[in-house]
């Protein structure tokens, strides 16, 4: 009777706290469908139709076009190189990093980790026109190469590398919180044991912390894709005219070129291939959680 007593205010309780939750819940999803859902879907319309005498017709012509022109395939290629080249860069730094801040015991491990989080807090812009202070024509780099009697190094300013150097700069931070927050889940008894066991550096790296931190490492890439894949600013100040990232090549053609529909039409292919490192990104964190 006891149980019985407890279990039906409990059941009550939940049944009030029900439309609570999803009240709370309703704005944002509502924002989600409004802000996301609905360009997402007009989008695809006015992409998919072509505004005839007779009305609207189905059309694939903006989609042929695109895939047609090899400008527009120039464009894609660079962005698929630049996304690749960034992800392999932020492996290679911050990787390092992160296992540094998960295994350093003392303070300097406390100033890292500032450097490391620093980019966070600076503005795209900025860090455009700081580094083209630097590494541009006649920069901080050229002047200390030419007062050490040194001949001048080619600068990555409006080349592929420019806004390889800027994109990784600026998702180191994130990076490196989320392969930190991943190598949480290590196991310092693992290490230890290993350690007795006789086990090396590189073995404890290949066979005890990369195995557990795989799915950390796949979200961590898949976030940093994400961002890189479409981003603006940062390739629109630093990249070349020609080719030129997907970002910077939609704001021209709606702008410069007047073409909105076709600038849509590339801006559904750029969400197109986001959508695949988004699925695979929800994807590792479900399996992230069903591991836990």
Known sequence: MTVAGATVPARLSVQRKRPTGLLLVLFPVGLLGWL????????????????????????????????????????????????????????????????????????LSAYVQALAIFPLFVPSVILAYALIRTLGPNGMVDILLNAAGLPKLPSPYLTPWGPVIGLVWDNIPLTVLMLTAGLG????????????????????????????????????LAFAVLGIFSSFTLPYVLGPASPELMGPYMQRTFADLMQPRMAITQAVITFAICAVFGAFYVRSVIRSREVR
């Open 36 to 107: 996301i859902v609905y360009p997402i879907l007009n989008a695809l319309v006015t992409t998919l139709t072509l505004r005839t005498d007779e009305g609207l017709v189905l059309s694939l012509d903006s989609y042929v076009a695109f895939f047609s022109d090899p400008y527009s395939l120039n464009n894609l290629a660079l962005t698929f190189w630049t996304t690749a080249v960034c992800a392999v860069l932020l492996l290679v730094i911050c990787l390092p990093i992160a296992l540094y801040l998960r295994f350093s015991r003392g303070p």
């Open 185 to 220: 889940q290590v196991s310092d008894n693992a290490v230890e044991a290993a350690r007795d066991a006789g086990a090396r550096p590189r073995h404890l790296l290949l066979h005890i912390i990369l195995p557990q931190i795989v799915n950390a490492l796949l979200v961590a």
